[in-house]
């Protein structure tokens, strides 16, 4: 599978991201949302999570959404646009608000962890195919979507089948199962998510997430329950990733990571492996540079690097060299892939090593 799609026209770029961002609230400290004092603000959405990691990453990309039009939805816009996200196409809506959500310091995946969210009747609930710019959607090699639009209401599905039907000349639809249940309180996530996944030609979905939405277990089960989309990444955890593309089935296994905080990969290993495709590497390597690159959002606290410095803002950062050392890495062989162990501070390692210490 090759990324396609026009290349010479002046707005066109390697990926548009649409959905929904909204501003989170982190607690300066462990506990219950009703004992957290304070809490530092960030910016959370899985679509430009993805189109941020790539700009920085030196590719040009364009996040497009609708925002209120207040200081949250100020400070979206100037957050993404710092890592060199194109945000021309972003709407501000004077009714709605932008949404907002609160989560605990907890690890994600314990019955301890909390979050509240402040999205119901947001700005970006009301995206609809009529009111969005579907040409600056429509102008990138990739158009990456998630199932997390489709949940948000009636008028975001339609938004999103819209950009998943069949037309002459559409850019390569990437789209990322990203099942959450509790948007899905009607019942109609499974039946909605697997109809959008059809209609793409690049899905990722988690081993488990197919199993809880679908049924399926195993690679070969969720393909084929999944047999349209010219290329399925099918997540396993720590166990590695099988892709199945163009009738071969390619499985890595993922590299061993000492792990700060369990966030962001999902987004991170989207991003590596579209940055890959972009670049038309093997398929081994891309799926090694989803590896890497949610190995570089895992090894760090948040879910997103630092924007870019200011001289590299208003289009594509250059290519930082931690992606240059990520290449030689994704060219390890096997037996020095399967040694492989990435821990803090890796990305800023010189030079490619068969095992990278944590400091």
Known sequence: ????????????????????????????????????????????????????????????????????ADGFGDHLVETIGAYGVDVTAVRRDPERPTGVYFRTAGDRATDAHEVAYYRAGS????????????????????????????????????????????????????????????????GDGPHVLLELARGADLVFVGDDEAQQVWGPHGAENVRRALPGPATLVVKQGGHGVTVFDAGRVTFVPAPHVDVVAAVGAGDAFAAGFLSATLRDLPMKARVRHGHLWAAAALTVPGDLAVPPPPASRGGAAPRPAWIAHADRLAALDDGAWERLRLGPGWTQAAAATEEVPTP
């Open 1 to 68: 599978m090759t990324a396609t799609g026009p290349r010479n026209a002046p707005d066109v770029v390697d990926v548009v991201a649409l959905g929904e961002s909204m501003v989170a609230f982190l607690p300066s400290r462990p506990g219950r949302l009703a004992d957290v004092p304070t809490f530092d603000r960030a910016i959370g959405g899985a679509e430009s999570n993805v189109a941020c990691v790539l700009a920085a990453a030196g590719h040009s990309a364009r996040w497009i959404s609708t925002v209120g």
């Open 123 to 186: 700005a970006a609930s009301a995206m609809a195919a009529g009111n969005m710019d579907l040409t600056a959607a429509r102008a990138g090699r990739v158009l990456h979507l998630t199932g997390i639009t489709a949940a948000l209401s009636g008028e975001c599905r339609g938004l999103l089948r819209e950009l998943t039907a069949p037309r002459p000349g559409r850019p390569l639809v990437s789209f990322d199962v990203n099942h959450r249940p509790g948007l899905w309180p009607d």
